[in-house]
C-alpha cells in the first residue's frame, strides 16, 4: 500500500529539547516536503527536498533542520524546540508538481507540543 | 499561481449533494484545478484535478465551464464522514502546494 509514515503520532517535549520527527514513504517519490498547520494559518511548508542531498527552505523554515540522505526518509530535526513550535505537522511526498501533477501524498500528522 | 476563493463554510445533510464552487480569475492556460480533501487532524488527501469541463471518479465530479475562470466541485449525497475542509488549488509551483483557507463542510444527520 502507497503510504507516507511519519512517527511520533503526537509528542510533548520541552523546550530546548532536541527531536527528530522521521518521516519514510514507500512510492519511490523525488519530492518529500515538511507543513506545519496552524489555526488561522493553514498549511505552511517548512522545508522541502527535490531529491536525496538536495534540500531547501519553505515559508517558515526558521528553528528547523532536515536531511535527505536517502530517497524514501525526510526527517524533520528541532534542534531547540520553543512553544511557538507546538503545531500539527505533515510530511508529504510527490512526483515532481509539472505537467499537470499536483497529487501529493500526505502522512497521518505529528502533533507536537512545546512546554 | 492563481489566486482562489471559496466558500469559508457550507452545512448540509446526508444524502444530499454537496457542490463548492472556487473562483479562479486569474488562471494561467496551462493551470490544472486541483481539490484536496482533509478531515480532522488528517493529511489533506487528493480527491480530484481537471483541466476543462467534466472530471468524475468514484469520489467526487469537478465541472470547469469554457472560460476556466471557475470551478464546482460536486459531491454526490453526501454522508456524516464527508465532513471535512475541502481545498481548491490552481496551477503549480515546482515544490510546493499552495492550500488557502479550504471550505469546511460540515454534514448533518
Known amino acids: 500500500e502507497a503510504q507516507v509514515t511519519q512517527n511520533p503520532r503526537y509528542l510533548i517535549t520541552v523546550t530546548g529539547k532536541k527531536l527528530t520527527v522521521t518521516c519514510s514513504q514507500n512510492?519511490?517519490?523525488?519530492?518529500m516536503s515538511w507543513y506545519r498547520q496552524d489555526p488561522g494559518l493553514g498549511l505552511r511548508q517548512i522545508y522541502y527536498?527535490?531529491?536525496?542531498?538536495?534540500?531547501d527552505k519553505g515559508d517558515v523554515p526558521e528553528g528547523y533542520k532536515v536531511s535527505r540522505k536517502e530517497k524514501r526518509n525526510f526527517p524533520l530535526i528541532l534542534e531547540s524546540p520553543s512553544p511557538n513550535q507546538t503545531s500539527l505537522y505533515f510530511c508529504?511526498?510527490?512526483?515532481?508538481?509539472?505537467?499537470?501533477?499536483?497529487?501529493?501524498?500526505f502522512g497521518q500528522g505529528t502533533r507536537l507540543t512545546v512546554v | 499561481l492563481a489566486k482562489t476563493t471559496q466558500p469559508i463554510s457550507m452545512d448540509s445533510y446526508e444524502g444530499q449533494e454537496v457542490n463548492i464552487t472556487c473562483s479562479h480569475n486569474?488562471?494561467?492556460?496551462?493551470?490544472?484545478i486541483t481539490w484536496y480533501q482533509q478531515f480532522p487532524s488528517q493529511g489533506p488527501r487528493f480527491i480530484i484535478q481537471?483541466?476543462?469541463t467534466k472530471v468524475t471518479n468514484e469520489v467526487a465530479s469537478l465541472f470547469i465551464p469554457a472560460d476556466r475562470k471557475s470551478s464546482t466541485l460536486s459531491l454526490p449525497r453526501v454522508s456524516l464522514s464527508d465532513t471535512a475542509v475541502y481545498y481548491c488549488?490552481?496551477?503549480?509551483?515546482?515544490?510546493?502546494?499552495?492550500f488557502g483557507a479550504g471550505t469546511t463542510v460540515t454534514v448533518r444527520a
Open positions: 508529504a511526498s510527490s512526483s515532481p508538481f509539472r505537467g499537470g501533477n499536483t497529487e501529493a501524498f
Open positions: 512510492m519511490n517519490h523525488e519530492y
Open positions: 527536498s527535490m531529491n536525496v542531498e538536495v534540500t
Open positions: 486569474n488562471i494561467a492556460t496551462n493551470d490544472y
Open positions: 481537471g483541466y476543462k
Open positions: 488549488l490552481v496551477g503549480e509551483n515546482d515544490y510546493k502546494l499552495s
